[in-house]
Nanobody
Framework: QVDLVESGGGLVQAGGSLRLSCAAS????????MGWFRQAPGKEREFVSA????????YYEDSLQGRFTISRDYAENTVYLQMNSLKPEDTAVYFC???????????????????WGQGTQVTVST
């Protein structure tokens, strides 16, 4: 079993920044990818970013690249999402996720992740 705990969400004005953290624990934690997704009210959960856990290679939703940066602390089993120049449309609950390990070519898809955090609310005001 793997537990993921997000933190760092909150209320910020447009143009501001937030840094989300996701701490993982569990003896079986050995993902291929860790990802960040978000879900706005009335919308489906959507891909934000992912990082190949061992290699550190990063991937982003095209529209977010340049404003969001994913990183990880391998020793601390923690993944981060730095969000800059936030816009009201970035308002959502942000979830981190981990797969079970093994090669994952569907890192943009929710079905490829087994473990999910509880989510952290990000609200961007105008």
């Amino acid at each position: 079993q793997v537990d993921l705990v997000e933190s760092g969400g909150g209320l910020v004005q447009a143009g501001g920044s937030l840094r989300l953290s996701c701490a993982a624990s569990g003896r079986t934690f050995a993902p291929f990818f860790m990802g960040w997704f978000r879900q706005a009210p009335g919308k489906e959960r959507e891909f934000v970013s992912a990082i190949a856990w061992r290699a550190g290679i990063t991937y982003y939703e095209d529209s977010l690249q340049g404003r969001f940066t994913i990183s990880r602390d391998y020793a601390e089993n923690t993944v981060y999402l730095q969000m800059n120049s936030l816009k009201p449309e970035d308002t959502a609950v942000y979830f981190c996720a981990a797969d079970r390990g093994g090669y994952n070519i569907s890192y943009r898809r929710t079905f490829s992740y087994t473990y999910w955090g509880q989510g952290t609310q990000v609200t961007v005001s105008t």
